[in-house]
């Protein structure tokens, strides 16, 4: 089931950084512990109460600036909005309502999606309430006033958000076709792919224009068993402007990656591995997706009988937190290998929902921690109890020990790589909760 997802929007300026940056809360602080994304993520997950939705923050909307990057920035703003299914609207009350307010105003009013209207900056409500009342001109419903840098009025802001989600996503739920999403940056053959796969199977049972945001599903069936395409290859240079295009088609990619049950991530051969590829996979890496890495153009590559080796060590040491990943070697121009992608990725599917019973499981653990003894700090020394698999999509585990502060990362990974040594778990992250339990 993909969470919803939410937009925030406004003129530049008004602080619409700073809010997605404080409901983020401590979330934004951990991106910097995430492979692959950097810091300047424009999504964020966030829980409130029992919801859980995607945050998107976008460029300033001016709308009728003629400059450039401007104009630019509201192209993006609007696959924002077309993305979105609530838009948090922020206007600035030191400002005061202005013109270029009400121009955006419009335009989220024709995108006939919900929109919660934040009035930011009010960080004494005694003394700006009048002013944040100003703001009900704009049309769009009650004003929310709420400082970003004090961190005030949230509650009421986020309960109003969540009010809008619809309550039934049974349909997706019902969905049992594993989902798979084609990601990559602009111009790696993302739909010589799709198509290559469609062509060469030539069973597509329908062509559902997206039922989501952006993207096109497509079914598709391979070896008797019916696949559903998430194809992003809409995403096109439209601007010179490179960086900010690559910062902004993060937004399609993480609606795509959310739905998916298996993410391909496609690399040009070519280029080798880019920051851009390193921030896709790290989206999906961050959602506990399976993940495909799948190198295209490998036809126009010069080989000798090291090529392949060389290229995979390469891709292992730039993606070093994707050691799990499959990796394959295709060519959507002459076919080579284009079936291939199915196998592999059935591989995949069926490590994410591989269940491993716990008395195996802690067999392993317990032969592992003969084999390297748990850490001590201060004269106390971890001890691992107990561990149980909860979930699947991706293989989720809990681990019962003394002193969580004890149970450090690279302990956690050891635990990690023997049990993927023992059950492969290929394609798919593993993720691990630790839980405190008292001796005794």
């Given at each position: 089931?993909?969470?919803?997802?939410?937009?925030?929007?406004?003129r530049?300026?008004?602080?619409k950084s700073?809010?997605f940056?404080?409901l983020?809360?401590?979330r934004?602080?951990?991106?910097k512990?995430?492979?692959?994304?950097?810091?300047?993520r424009?999504?964020?997950e966030?829980?409130?109460?029992?919801?859980?939705?995607?945050?998107i923050d976008?460029?300033?909307?001016e709308?009728?600036?003629?400059?450039?990057?401007?104009t630019?920035m509201?192209?993006?703003?609007q696959i924002a909005?077309?993305t979105?299914?609530v838009i948090?609207?922020?206007?600035?009350v030191?400002?005061?309502?202005?013109d270029?307010?009400?121009k955006?105003?419009d335009i989220?009013?024709?995108?006939?999606k919900?929109?919660v209207?934040?009035?930011?900056?009010?960080?004494s409500f005694e003394?700006?309430?009048?002013?944040?009342?100003?703001f009900y001109?704009l049309g769009?419903g009650?004003?929310f006033?709420v400082s970003?840098?004090?961190?005030?009025g949230?509650?009421d802001?986020?309960?109003?958000?969540v009010?809008?989600?619809?309550?039934?996503?049974?349909e997706e739920?019902e969905d049992a076709r594993?989902?798979?999403?084609i990601?990559?940056?602009?111009n790696?053959g993302?739909?010589?792919?799709?198509?290559?796969l469609?062509g060469e199977?030539?069973?597509?049972?329908?062509?559902?224009?997206?039922?989501t945001?952006d993207?096109?599903?497509?079914p598709?069936?391979?070896n008797?068993k019916e696949y559903?395409?998430?194809?992003t290859?809409?995403?096109r240079?439209r601007?010179?402007?490179?960086?900010?295009l690559?910062?902004?088609s993060i937004?399609?990619?993480?609606?795509?990656v959310e739905?998916?049950?298996v993410v391909?991530v496609?690399?040009?051969?070519g280029e080798g591995?880019?920051e851009?590829?390193?921030k896709i996979a790290g989206?999906?890496?961050d959602?506990?997706k399976?993940i495909v890495?799948?190198?295209?153009k490998?036809?126009s590559i010069?080989?000798d009988?090291?090529?392949i080796y060389?290229y995979?060590?390469k891709?292992r040491?730039i993606?070093s937190?994707?050691?799990?990943a499959q990796i394959?070697?295709?060519?959507?121009?002459t076919?080579?290998?284009?079936?291939?992608l199915f196998e592999v990725?059935?591989?995949v599917?069926?490590n994410?929902?591989?269940?491993?019973?716990?008395g195996?499981?802690?067999?392993i653990?317990?032969?592992a921690?003969a084999?390297q003894?748990?850490?001590?700090?201060k004269?106390?020394r971890?001890k691992?109890y107990y561990?149980?698999q909860?979930s699947?999509k991706?293989?989720?585990?809990?681990?019962?020990?003394?002193d969580k502060?004890?149970?450090?990362?690279?302990?956690?990974r050891y635990?990690e790589n023997?049990i993927r040594?023992?059950?492969?778990?290929?394609g798919?992250?593993l993720?691990?909760?630790?839980?405190e339990?008292?001796?005794?």
């Amino acid at each position: 089931m993909s969470r919803p997802v939410v937009a925030i929007v406004g003129r530049p300026n008004v602080g619409k950084s700073t809010l997605f940056n404080a409901l983020a809360g401590e979330r934004i602080s951990i991106v910097k512990d995430t492979p692959g994304v950097t810091r300047d993520r424009i999504y964020a997950e966030v829980t409130w109460l029992d919801k859980q939705f995607t945050m998107i923050d976008t460029g300033g909307i001016e709308p009728e600036s003629k400059d450039m990057m401007l104009t630019y920035m509201r192209e993006q703003a609007q696959i924002a909005i077309d993305t979105a299914d609530v838009i948090v609207f922020v206007t600035d009350v030191r400002q005061g309502l202005v013109d270029a307010d009400g121009k955006v105003a419009d335009i989220l009013r024709r995108s006939g999606k919900p929109v919660v209207l934040a009035v930011n900056k009010v960080d004494s409500f005694e003394k700006f309430m009048a002013d944040v009342y100003e703001f009900y001109n704009l049309g769009i419903g009650e004003p929310f006033p709420v400082s970003a840098a004090s961190m005030l009025g949230f509650g009421d802001l986020l309960d109003e958000v969540v009010g809008h989600f619809k309550g039934g996503e049974t349909e997706e739920e019902e969905d049992a076709r594993p989902k798979i999403a084609i990601v990559g940056k602009p111009n790696v053959g993302k739909s010589s792919i799709v198509n290559k796969l469609l062509g060469e199977n030539r069973v597509i049972v329908s062509d559902i224009a997206g039922t989501t945001r952006d993207a096109v599903d497509t079914p598709v069936v391979f070896n008797g068993k019916e696949y559903v395409l998430i194809d992003t290859a809409g995403l096109r240079r439209r601007s010179k402007i490179k960086e900010e295009l690559e910062r902004f088609s993060i937004i399609r990619t993480v609606t795509a990656v959310e739905r998916a049950d298996v993410v391909v991530v496609v690399i040009d051969a070519g280029e080798g591995v880019t920051e851009q590829d390193a921030k896709i996979a790290g989206i999906a890496h961050d959602r506990g997706k399976g993940i495909v890495i799948a190198v295209n153009k490998w036809d126009s590559i010069e080989k000798d009988d090291k090529t392949i080796y060389k290229y995979t060590a390469k891709i292992r040491e730039i993606l070093s937190f994707l050691p799990y990943a499959q990796i394959l070697f295709l060519s959507a121009k002459t076919g080579q290998r284009i079936t291939k992608l199915f196998e592999v990725v059935e591989v995949v599917i069926q490590n994410q929902n591989l269940r491993i019973a716990t008395g195996v499981l802690n067999e392993i653990m317990t032969e592992a921690t003969a084999l390297q003894q748990p850490p001590s700090d201060k004269g106390k020394r971890l001890k691992l109890y107990y561990i149980t698999q909860v979930s699947v999509k991706p293989p989720t585990f809990v681990i019962f020990v003394n002193d969580k502060e004890l149970m450090h990362y690279s302990y956690t990974r050891y635990i990690e790589n023997k049990i993927r040594e023992a059950f492969g778990f290929s394609g798919t992250s593993l993720k691990f909760i630790i839980r405190e339990r008292k001796e005794g």
